[in-house]
């Protein structure tokens, strides 16, 4: 009978710590990293599952934080109810968040519409900005892998984009950046863009993705001087090919 009653309390016990688990930590939109991999279309996955790309909530200090690739919001948290948090960015402004299994609801408000997050299994720094954790999840996603250059300055090398923004085997680059909002995603219009670096010296270049096959083109000004740059694609300068 002390047994019986030994292994009801246990049950009971981890079914009150399951109701109650706690939702601190790093949300990422993984539906937009998703659409984006099996699309090769960057933009339009953001647009269409965006605009929030990241959540980091914090319980016991009552603040969480989102990103969306361009800027952050920081607010007060505080739980509703069992596995309902309402997070208060301003005096008018509120969002609801719901946890449902292993996934974050963020609910449909007059400010935002309804997106779901998860989970990050790539881990950054503790001390990385709010983004890292979607941005290194998007980049092991879109660009992981082994490509080779099939046309261009180093044809027939290999280039290989690591999750953390660096870049092996292009010639002229260190570093990366794929464009997720703000200004460069309204200067390239409807086409998807990457910074690429060497130094403190870089540019954008405009990119497409067609499954296996990645093309990296010149950013063409067609803007007047007087007017926020507004980029096209100009000659391919790199068609690279993931093994």
């Known amino acids: 009978m002390r047994i019986a009653l030994s292994l009801l309390a246990l049950g009971l016990l981890l079914s009150g710590c399951s109701q109650s688990r706690s939702p601190d930590g790093i949300w990422i939109n993984q539906d937009a990293i998703s659409a984006a991999k099996q699309t090769g279309k960057l933009r339009e ?6 605009p929030n790309l990241e959540w980091q909530l914090d319980s016991p200090l009552n603040r969480a934080r989102f990103g969306n690739g361009f800027e952050i919001g920081e607010g007060a948290l505080r739980q509703a109810q069992d596995g309902i948090w309402r997070f208060d960015l301003s005096e008018e402004q ?13 609910g449909a408000s007059e400010f935002f519409p309804k997106q779901m997050f998860a989970r990050p299994t790539i881990k950054v720094e ?5 983004g890292s ?8 996603a879109l660009l992981g892998g082994q490509w ?10 290999l280039v290989h984009f690591h999750p953390d923004g660096k870049i092996e085997g292009l010639p002229g680059s260190e570093r ?3 464009c997720l909002a703000g200004d460069c995603a309204d200067m390239a219009g409807e086409h998807d863009s990457l910074w690429l670096q060497l130094g403190d010296q870089g540019r954008e270049w405009l990119f497409s993705l067609d499954g296996d096959q990645l093309s ?28």
Not at 94 to 100: A, E
Not at 218 to 233: C, L, S, V
Request: glycine content about 10%; charged content about 20%; proline content about 8%.
């Open 94 to 106: 509120h969002q609801y968040l719901y946890q449902r299994g292993e996934q974050l609801e963020q």
């Open 45 to 50: 996955a953001i647009l269409a599952y965006g």
């Open 216 to 243: 990296l083109f010149e950013a063409i000004n067609f803007a007047a001087p007087d007017e926020k740059p507004n980029y096209r694609p100009g000659a391919r300068r790199w068609l690279l090919e993931r093994d």
């Open 176 to 178: 990366y950046a794929l």
């Open 133 to 140: 954790s979607f941005e290194q999840s998007l980049y092991a």
């Open 148 to 157: 080779q250059i099939i046309e261009g300055p180093g044809q027939g090398g």
């Open 126 to 130: 503790p001390a990385a900005p709010l």
